[in-house]
């Protein structure tokens, strides 16, 4: 009973910290103050690590037509308003936080984000991928996105990479394998999809280079990343941010390579 009124009395006090520093901010965002602790735990991450500290950027990306993939990816959803968890496949744009806390910064290219038939935050991974090749980072290994839902991010980065080098892995929990296949099917059959412990029978000889984790709780896959052992892994800001022991795991194999507002990109360590 103590600990609960103790947790509860801190979690007062925190909300009411917030709400007279962000008064504005907080009313805006109708008293989310799960949002705004989200908020202020990435702007602490990021002041922690200023030096790696880059802002918001699609210039990579801006210099290639996307058109094409946007049209065939939408074209190849319109199935996906029937599957389990059709709020976050019909909606990607606006789904949970991704776009709300990319508003919450001077970013102004919401426009072209939401151009991309993709969560908001991968548009922004997509673009780190690539200034990984221009910067001859990557060696030929594969590029995993864990979980993948319906694999969409594979049909934009097929106009870069060879598509033996994509790999989802989803548990079809949010959506079933057949409404998977059935999208892979309409846009060519990019990529395999299937479980983590199907990848680890038979891919587990594979090099990662980047696997991509993008919109979900990281207690639940963090061990299962960390045991791939890929080169770069590039996740959501803020679900690093909030939890104090996924930033250990993390710092214990992986340095901080890049962070904004949206993603953090971790590079593998020389421990």
Do not use: C
Not at 60 to 74: A, C, D, G, R, W
Not at 116 to 134: G, R
């Amino acid at each position: 009973m103590r600990s609960n009124f103790v947790n509860k009395t801190k979690w007062y006090l925190k909300n009411t910290f917030l709400f007279l520093f962000n008064p504005l901010l907080t009313i805006k965002n109708k008293f989310d103050f799960d949002f705004l602790n989200a908020l202020q735990s990435n702007k602490k991450f990021i002041n922690e690590n200023k030096t790696k500290y880059e802002p918001l950027n699609v210039e990579l990306l801006k210099k290639y037509s996307f058109n094409n993939e946007n049209t065939k990816s939408y074209s190849a959803s319109e199935h996906l308003n029937k599957v389990i968890n059709a709020e976050y496949f019909n909606d990607l744009h606006n789904y949970g936080y991704g776009e709300k806390i990319i508003r919450a910064t001077s970013f102004a290219e919401m426009n072209y984000i939401k151009t991309f038939h993709l969560y908001p935050a991968n548009v922004f991974a997509i673009n780190e991928v690539l200034n990984l090749v221009e910067r001859k980072s990557l060696k030929g290994g594969m590029i995993l996105d864990y979980p993948s839902g319906i694999g969409n991010i594979f049909l934009y980065l097929s106009k870069f990479f060879e598509n033996d080098l994509f790999y989802g892995v989803d548990n079809f929990v949010q959506i079933s394998e057949k409404d998977v296949s059935l999208y892979q099917k309409f846009i060519g059959n990019v990529s395999e999809i299937n479980t983590i412990d199907y990848f680890y029978e038979h891919k587990n000889d594979k090099k990662i280079d980047v696997l991509i984790s993008i919109e979900l709780n990281l207690n639940l896959i963090i061990d299962n990343i960390l045991e791939l052992k890929p080169n770069y892994i590039i996740f959501e800001t803020f679900y690093v941010s909030r939890f104090s022991h996924i930033k250990e795991k993390l710092s214990s194999k992986y340095d901080i390579y890049k962070i904004n507002e949206s993603i953090i990109v971790y590079k593998k360590g020389n421990f």
